[in-house]
């Protein structure tokens, strides 16, 4: 696992290890050093799975697999539907998502503030951002170290000490509103409590600050701005740009302008970690995108003009950076140094030399080929390494390379049915799919076929039976009744001596 290339493709005919080495090549990406007996670790893997789901749920660890009906909606941004009839707003794809999460990693590091599980999260809106005056409350905020509630009118609820008399202060004064006005102030009064944290938001995607409660409920009418009810916080995290999706799970925020979370909403950890104040390292947190079957999609598609910016020296802060306009969102959008591409690429599907070009330049290479030795040489009688061995030779002599079997077929099999069941259900079929179904070659791959009339039939995979014409149809004038067919079937349940044939004739 030494390389720590930017752009990374794992690539290699099926079952030799590409997907079950993505994750030494992410943890390795994390954190080689804290990691460094979890990676290449068989008898640590479960930990190293373990380990490697809990980066992905921290959203440390993103992964989308390509195809072609996959796009640059999916992966970059796109248009979906909005709460509004006929409204329609920008979302992430995986790609933006995995960069914006490692681009606020890098800002400044937060106020530490370690909560307790009392702790309750708000999210709130101060200043909309599709409001004219939206920047100037947001920048009053910051500076007096409150947040604001625009809801609740010309009232004074310091002495409104219940629900209930707050709703009865608000509809004294505005008996025809919205009843969200009562419920927002008994929000930020009664609910809120010193201790509690609020995620500003931008927008229903970014949290731009972080905010402890520290006083209690105050009604101050004759500020610089229009809004009248404040509470007095600590500003834990100010001016960032942090995505929803590292701080809420699989959620987006409301347009409720102050409401309170259920915690199992929340990536407890992920904030946690944010504001632990431990966030300004000699290195920056580095973040992995793993795209799986990368050949498969339209790489045109899927990157568009984005497909020059993953390259080292075009990344933010790099000698030639690149920046773009997105054509959906109207951002700036550049790709972080601290966010890394690993790619797995099966050749049985596709070589390298017909993969797109623009790819190809932009992305190193590691080929991943059978490890015979991760085979026990002998399974009840077989000798595994070299089956399978002699299997890939002819295969690579009938075919080639890039379609040769993997150890990972036969990885854990440890008995004689075992390596049965994977030959008749996993490798008999892939090479009916490798050859057209062209018998003759499969046989030789198989070290040949028996004729299941004859003693000896069991010591084959395959057998086969030549078709006679003149007891299948009547006689025909335009039927060839010299021309040989056979037929070929695939034993049941193969025996020791069809197995060892393969690899002794």
């Known amino acids: 696992m030494e ?76 248009l979906r539907s909005g709460e509004k009839v006929g409204q329609f707003i920008p979302q992430n794809g995986v790609f933006k998502e995995i960069c914006e999460a490692a681009v606020s990693s890098l800002e400044s590091p937060a106020a530490a503030y370690h909560f307790t599980e009392d702790t309750n999260f708000f999210k709130m809106s101060v200043g909309s951002t599709h409001d004219d ?45 919205s009843k ?23 927008g229903n995607r970014k949290v731009r600050a ?30 960032v740009n942090i995505p929803v999706q590292q701080l809420l799970r699989d959620k987006a925020f409301s347009q409720q302008t102050i409401y309170l979370f259920d915690k199992k909403d929340l990536l407890i950890n992920n904030i946690q970690d944010l ?72 050749t049985a599907d596709r070589s390298i030399a017909l993969m797109d070009t623009a790819l190809r330049r932009r992305f190193c290479f590691l080929e991943r080929m059978p490890q015979y030795d991760l085979l026990p040489e002998n399974v009840e009688g077989v000798r595994l390494r070299d089956m399978l061995q002699i299997m890939n030779d002819r295969i690579e002599y009938l075919y080639d390379r890039d379609h040769v079997l993997g150890h990972a077929y036969f990885l854990g099999k440890n008995t004689l049915e075992q390596l049965g069941e994977v030959m008749i259900r996993r490798v008999i079929p892939l090479l009916q799919e490798y050859f057209y179904e062209d018998w003759e070659k499969i046989a030789l791959v198989l070290g040949g076929a028996g004729k ?30 010299n021309e040989a067919k056979v037929r070929y079937s695939v034993v049941e349940k193969p025996t020791l001596a069809a197995l060892q044939r393969i690899y002794q004739w």
């Open 133 to 177: 005056e939206g920047p100037e409350i947001y920048q009053y905020c910051l500076e007096q170290n409150m947040v604001a509630l625009g809801w609740g009118g010309d009232v004074d609820y310091s002495t409104k000490n219940t629900e209930e008399k707050i709703r009865e202060a608000y509809l004294a004064q505005y008996p025809q509103d």
């Open 452 to 481: 299941n009339a004859e003693e000896g039939a069991a010591e084959y995979l395959l057998w086969k039976e030549n078709l006679d014409p003149t007891k299948l149809f009547k006689p025909r004038q335009d039927l060839n009744e």
């Open 210 to 239: 972080i905010a402890r409660v520290i006083g209690d409920y105050e009604y101050i009418p004759d500020t610089p701005i229009r809004y009248s009810h404040f509470r007095k916080v600590e500003w834990l995290l100010k001016d």
């Open 3 to 78: 390389t720590q290339e930017k752009n990374l493709i794992l690539y290699g005919p099926p079952g030799t290890g590409k997907t079950y080495s993505v994750i030494d090549e992410a943890l390795s990406i994390i954190d080689k050093e804290k990691y460094h007996d979890l990676i290449g670790n068989v008898a640590k893997r479960q930990e190293a799975q373990a380990v490697f789901q809990q980066l992905r749920e921290q959203k440390r660890i993103g992964f989308c697999t390509f195809h072609q009906s996959f796009g640059y909606e999916e992966f970059i941004e796109g």
């Open 180 to 202: 969200f006005g009562s419920a927002a102030i008994i929000r930020l009064k009664v609910w809120m409590q010193k201790g509690d944290i609020i995620l500003v938001s931008a």
């Open 275 to 346: 504001l632990s104040g431990k966030r300004m390292q000699e290195k920056p947190e580095n973040y992995v995108l793993i795209i799986d079957e990368i050949n498969r999609g339209n790489i045109s598609k899927i990157f568009g003009e984005l497909i020059t910016l993953i390259e080292s020296d075009k990344r933010l802060g790099a000698e030639n950076e690149i920046q773009v306009t997105l054509p959906y969102s109207g951002e700036s959008f550049g790709v972080p140094q601290n966010v890394y591409i690993i790619g797995t690429m099966n």
